[in-house]
């Protein structure tokens, strides 16, 4: 059996694919993995086939310089929710569907190439769903992210489904971003459409192109945590299977590190591949850390080291460090919300303080909160006192248990499970 892969040239996207992917290859499936140049090398180290497939101009391993829209993303972000989701809304009806004729020939000419028995799609990657589906085979859809990435009932992409209590957006701003929301909708929509009409003619338009999904649906995360109101609207053939945590073993020079003030407590702090350019955040961060009197390791991203030389002497500071090894040893995390970061923290059973800032972030940390998973602060409203003594009363929680995704073997029953169109 062969399992076609297709990943955004990018690490977030790519890692728990990949994940899918090896309980395929345990089975005993042939797995090609088709994106970028940039994921080539991980696709290749993990034993997978690598074909390319060009989805999007950008690509990222981790770190990011800032470019224009970056910039935007960054200033939106200090201005609030709506801002920032008013922003991604506006530069998604430009963006998301890059070369998209293109994209779907070339997945076309794939299929035709390799005749997978299943294709395993990045939802979020809405180029290869229209490229697969346009081709009329049998698909299954992995949801990165909160499961409303994927909406339902009356949801809309890019608006939470759930806030946390600390960021519920004032009534009118959120019709207003509604009504914003629906525009770009019917747009992207309407591009998606053309190119379905000139790739495949005889296939009727979709009504909402962030809608579309294949013959099953797989979640990134575990029904312990998701609201039971949205499980009458999921899709019929749906699993959750996360969370989708790559294994990864800590390097000798961390070892050591940990060795040192074994005492106290241990905090990691992350705020993702984009918003690690954030450095006014990180700091107040520190600057509370400090005060709270534990040990630290704080990935910075494409942040100035210069930013933080003021810093302890003993704290772990680095652009990118491995951070499921590391979450394994910590006894907090504080991050900004993103899915990885979120199932890597259950999959660990590590306490949690959530930082969200953008998209589905909003709806992790409200899901997070609701059950009593995890801490919610506002980014931008950091008093450090205030903030160092969440950090403590954190720490004295119980340890959560650890939430476990499913098998391989599970995951393989899933991936051959024949579900006609």
């Known amino acids: 059996m062969t399992l076609l892969v297709i990943s955004p040239d990018f690490i ?19 797995v090609i ?7 080539a090398t991980h696709v290749e180290a993990e034993g997978f086939e690598w074909t390319l497939l060009q989805l999007s101009q950008g690509a990222n391993s981790g770190i990011v310089n800032q470019n224009p829209a970056i910039k935007r993303f960054l ?8 801002a920032t989701i008013r922003c991604q809304a506006l530069d998604r009806e430009k963006d998301l569907l890059w070369e998209p004729v293109q994209v779907a020939l070339r997945i076309a000419q794939l299929c ?9 799609v990045d939802h979020v990657s809405f180029g290869s769903t229209l490229g697969v589906y346009a081709t009329g085979r049998r698909f299954t859809t992995l949801v990165p992210g909160h499961p409303s990435q994927l909406p339902v009932g009356k949801e809309r992409y890019g608006i939470p489904a759930t806030w946390p209590a600390c960021m519920q957006p004032e009534p009118n701003a959120l019709i207003d971003q509604e009504d914003i929301t629906d ?3 019917k747009t992207f929509t309407d591009r998606w459409n053309a190119a379905l009409a000139i790739i495949a003619p005889t296939m009727s338009p979709v009504k909402d192109a962030f809608r579309v999904h294949g013959n099953q649906v797989l979640y990134n995360s575990s029904s312990h945590y998701h609201p039971f109101e949205r499980s009458p609207h999921l899709p019929i053939h749906h699993e959750f299977i996360g969370p989708l945590v790559r294994d990864e073993e800590l390097a000798k020079p961390f070892q050591q590190w940990l060795a040192q003030e074994p005492e106290k407590p241990l905090v990691y702090v992350a705020l993702g591949t984009f918003l690690s350019h954030r450095a006014d955040v990180l700091s107040n961060i520190a600057i509370a850390l400090q005060q709270a009197d534990v040990r630290v390791a704080m990935a910075i991203g494409a942040s100035p080291m210069t930013a933080f030389e003021s810093l302890p002497v003993g704290w772990l500071i680095a652009p990118s460090l491995p951070q499921v090894a590391l979450l394994g040893e910590c006894d907090l995390v504080i991050h900004h919300g993103g899915n990885n970061s979120v199932q890597e923290a259950l999959a660990l059973g590590v306490r949690q303080i959530i930082l969200p800032f953008s998209t589905d972030q909003f709806a992790n940390a409200a899901d997070l909160e609701r059950t009593g998973q995890a801490t919610v602060i506002s980014p931008n409203h950091i008093c450090a006192t205030s903030f160092a003594q969440v950090v403590k009363v954190t720490l004295t929680l119980p340890e959560p248990k650890p939430i476990m995704a499913q098998s391989c073997a599970t995951l393989a029953r899933i991936l051959r499970t024949p579900i006609e169109a």
């Open 12 to 30: 977030s996207h790519y890692s728990p694919l990949a994940v899918v992917a090896r309980a395929a290859k345990q089975a005993g499936m042939r």
């Open 33 to 39: 993995f088709a994106t970028g140049t940039n994921m």
């Open 75 to 82: 200033s939106a972000t200090r201005e609030g929710p709506i």
């Open 112 to 120: 035709k190439q390799i005749n997978p028995d299943n294709i395993l």
């Open 183 to 185: 525009r770009v909708t």
